[in-house]
């Protein structure tokens, strides 16, 4: 699977970023976050209307530009441009593609949920809905058969697999991310799971969508 959405989304927000930095440098931008969120606005709307970009970042584009014109400073736009270029950046490693993603990689994330005190059930078959009691800790469900199936000798991931989750998802997308895994949204709350939300994992970390992103640490 190409993770070619990643590298468009990634050259999208460096791009952004560094023409930002241009037009402050030249004075015709002040540096100051309303001013930022005006630039980002329009910034965006052209983009949409030049069709300067990948096709495939084209609903993401038209996603912030609502945002900008509904919240304003709110949407906070450079400072996402500035999370998916710290996010993307290090996984991309300068190239279009992602390295493959690894069972061991899934199975070092359960572990480090489990030392963390997450519930954590690896070993049901979720092919209808199921319940995963954990009094009120945070929950990790993984479906067997898809463990089973979606790893090329029980290696390299060559279809989605489905993390069932429940609790602080800050928490645990950065754990992910730790670990060099990408999630991306399905639901965040109603799936075949009960009151856990559906995120998928893709070969590649290659999602056709924008991935939850960690927060930045300083």
């Known amino acids: 699977m190409s993770s070619r959405f990643n590298f468009e989304i990634y050259t999208l927000a460096t791009t952004g970023l560094t023409e930002l930095a241009q037009a402050q440098e030249s004075g015709r931008v002040p540096r100051a ?3 930022e ?24 584009l038209k996603a912030w530009q609502k945002q900008a014109r509904t919240q304003g400073k709110g949407a906070a736009l450079k400072d996402l441009f500035e999370r998916i270029a710290a996010i993307y ?3 991309l490693h300068g190239t279009e593609e ?5 069972m061991r990689q899934l199975e070092a994330l359960a572990e480090e949920a489990d030392a963390a005190g997450w519930v954590v059930e690896p070993e049901e078959v979720i092919d209808g809905p199921f319940i995963h009691h954990t009094d009120g800790q945070g929950s990790l469900v993984l479906c067997a058969k898809q463990q089973q199936t979606h790893f090329l000798n029980d290696d390299e991931l ?3 697999i489905s993390l069932y989750l429940r609790g602080d998802m800050s928490a645990f997308i950065a754990m992910a991310y730790r670990h060099g895994l990408l999630l991306h949204k399905v639901t965040d709350y109603k799936s075949l799971v009960k009151y856990h939300g559906e995120y998928l994992l893709y070969p590649a970390n290659a ?12």
């Open 33 to 35: 976050p309303i001013s």
């Open 37 to 60: 969120a005006h630039y980002f606005s329009a910034w965006v709307t052209r983009a949409i209307k030049q069709q300067r970009f990948a096709h495939s970042t084209a609903k993401q």
């Open 89 to 91: 950046g290090p996984l």
């Open 98 to 102: 992602m390295a493959m993603v690894t």
């Open 158 to 160: 060559i279809k989605p």
């Open 207 to 218: 999602g056709p969508i924008l991935a939850e992103l960690p927060a930045l640490i300083d």
